[in-house]
């Protein structure tokens, strides 16, 4: 019969063998849909401490394993291209804004115009009657 101690021990390597296969199978996941794995990123979707990836062995050479596999790929260009989506986006918007205000623009100066030419009358006529 375990005592205490061994049943802790033993919950302990099971709690840590499920959080193991989690960690893999996440970095398994990230190399197929060729993301970046990063420990932060793995982190994320994992939910486990940073400190797990760095202390448990088998991870961080499943890590490092991965990392070599990915090289020196530019993982920034997917950012860098949706980005310049979103601001080419927005660039047509302010653009099609510019042109609206454009357009009121130059009615106001044609009604200031009339308006300036009817104050006038009206002074030259104010003037004659006087």
Request: aromatic content about 6%; hydrophobic content about 35%.
């Amino acid at each position: 019969m375990g005592t205490k101690y061994d049943k802790l021990v033993e919950y302990n390597k099971k709690i840590n063998g499920e959080k193991e296969k989690c960690a893999l199978s996440e970095i398994k996941d990230m190399l197929q849909r060729d993301e970046q794995v990063t420990i932060a990123e793995l982190v994320k979707r994992t939910s486990l401490s940073r400190s797990f990836f760095y202390n448990n062995e088998k991870v961080r050479s499943e890590i490092s394993r991965a990392r070599d596999i990915q090289g020196k790929k530019d993982f920034t260009r997917a950012k860098k291209v949706i980005l310049d989506k979103s601001m080419d986006v927005q660039i047509k918007v302010l653009q099609r804004q510019i042109n609206e205000l454009t357009k009121d623009n130059i009615k106001l100066k044609a009604e200031n115009g009339k308006l300036k030419r009817a104050l006038k009358k009206k002074d030259m006529s104010f003037l004659n009657d006087l």
